[in-house]
């Protein structure tokens, strides 16, 4: 079959990876791509976003199914657009994507439909920002309402910290996304990453894992989309799993659909494991980015008839996957003054050696000019991933093969992993 995949991230690349090995597979074309996805993609310069130009390539190119990898895509109505034209598509629509969208929507999505999730306030002025602070206690926690690239988020200690984020993004920090904030009880807990795949009806725990969003070891510094993950994660225990999938996952795909937008993709439920049971974060609709490098590590099976089954309402007629009983860790390596101001056109060598057949590099943030040097072109540049047969096996791999890749622009974190094996 041909696959059309839309995207451009360390996501879209390990997506690619795992698509690429399946035996179903006769031309896979990627939009836009990345230099890296170039081994295993026909790449063709289309935006993300560019739904009539998207929806032309997928007619070039007679694809059988489109797979959508970020938000925004989701956000523009590809899927909706697919769906008119009869074009299978594993993403939901822009109906079902407001669960990521707005998150205002999916607080009123929660109280709608009974998922538990933090006390909040919808704020649609800094003024009523302000006030509404006196309604929480410290940490406090300030969101953009809209998509900001995992960047919306600020944790602040202090008050007139947690005032100037709300200065911030009313004051177009976040362009329309800051038009609306949401201020939000600080949860406490243990994070973790799960995620469902939907087929507009059915409905199919498909893996976890434990992301590490802060920029710095020892979770300091600002809030960034993600430093590096590991999977499985100690926190999602067999219960936590059965409370996630009783009262967060099912729960999410009845309402969504009653609400009138059936969801058919991957749902990544962001969950605080608390004293109480696990409580939403937020909801993403679609795979998590660097979390999904870490699961196609770790998926046995061949993805292609999962995201087919999701488009084409099959799921409950399709096993679950298997996974493998390794680990797998990813280490962001990440661009100079991220989150903030990304150095871009750092010289990177060594990204493309032969790590051997447990290590993948995937590309999150490249370019390659005409001189054929590998330079960083975003935020998150490189997703250096390794299974093995214990997480400490892992991760020492994903070590070894990021202190052999030269950037000397970049950093990354030294702890991923650090909840599971301690700080290093
Ligand atoms: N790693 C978090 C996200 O994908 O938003």
């Known amino acids: 079959m041909n696959i059309l995949l839309v995207g451009s991230g360390g996501r879209e690349h390990a997506l690619a990876w795992k698509i690429a090995a399946s035996p179903s597979v006769r031309r896979l074309v ?76 999916t607080k009123a999505f929660c109280d709608r439909h009974g998922l538990p999730t933090s006390a ?28 900001a690239a995992g960047k919306g988020v600020v944790i602040a200690q202090a008050r007139a910290e947690a005032e100037a984020a709300i200065d911030d993004a009313f004051g177009g920090r976040f362009g329309a996304a800051g038009a609306r904030v949401v201020l939000e009880e600080f949860l406490e807990g243990e994070i973790g990453s799960l995620f469902a795949l939907c087929d507009g009806r059915d409905s199919m725990i498909f893996g976890w894992a434990q992301d590490h969003k802060r920029a710095f070891d020892g979770e300091q510094g600002p809030n960034t989309g993600g430093m590096g993950t590991y999977s499985p994660a100690p926190v999602f225990t067999p219960e936590l799993v059965e409370q996630v999938r009783t009262r967060l996952v099912e729960p999410a795909f009845a309402g969504i659909a009653a ?12 969950l605080m494991a608390t004293k109480d049971g696990p409580k939403l974060v937020e909801f993403n609709v679609r795979f998590g980015d660097p979390e999904c490098q870490v699961l196609m590590l770790r998926l046995e099976s061949d993805i292609v008839p999962y995201l087919l089954a999701c488009a084409e309402g099959r799921l409950a007629e399709t096993p679950p996957p298997a996974w493998r009983d390794d680990s797998a860790v990813c280490v ?93």
């Open 259 to 270: 609400d009138g937008f059936p969801y058919r993709g991957v749902l990544f439920v962001e």
């Open 30 to 105: 990627a939009a836009p791509g990345n230099p890296g996805m170039a081994a295993q993609c026909e790449l063709r310069n289309v935006a993300a976003t560019d739904v009539p130009g998207l929806l032309a390539l997928a007619k070039e190119v007679a694809a059988d199914l489109v797979v959508i990898g970020p938000e925004s895509a989701v956000a523009a109505g590809l899927a909706d657009a697919l769906e008119a034209e009869g074009v299978r598509c594993f993403g939901p629509t822009a109906g079902a994507g407001q669960l990521e969208s707005s998150k205002a929507f």
């Open 332 to 424: 962001v390596m990440a661009a100079d003054g991220y989150p903030e101001a990304p150095k871009s056109g750092g010289e990177i060598r060594g990204a493309d050696a032969d790590f051997g057949p447990l290590t993948s590099v995937f590309h999150a943030g490249t370019k390659k000019g005409d001189d054929g040097v590998l330079r960083a072109a975003g935020g998150r540049v490189l997703n250096v991933c390794a299974r093995g047969p214990t997480l400490q096996a892992a991760r020492d791999v994903a070590y070894a093969a990021v202190d052999a890749i030269d950037f000397p622009d970049g950093f990354c974190r030294r702890d991923i992993g650090w909840r599971a094996l301690g700080p290093r």
């Open 120 to 147: 909040y306030a919808v704020c649609d002025s800094a003024e009523a920002a302000r006030a509404a602070l006196d309604g929480f206690r410290p940490p406090y926690v300030i969101k953009a309402d809209g998509l």
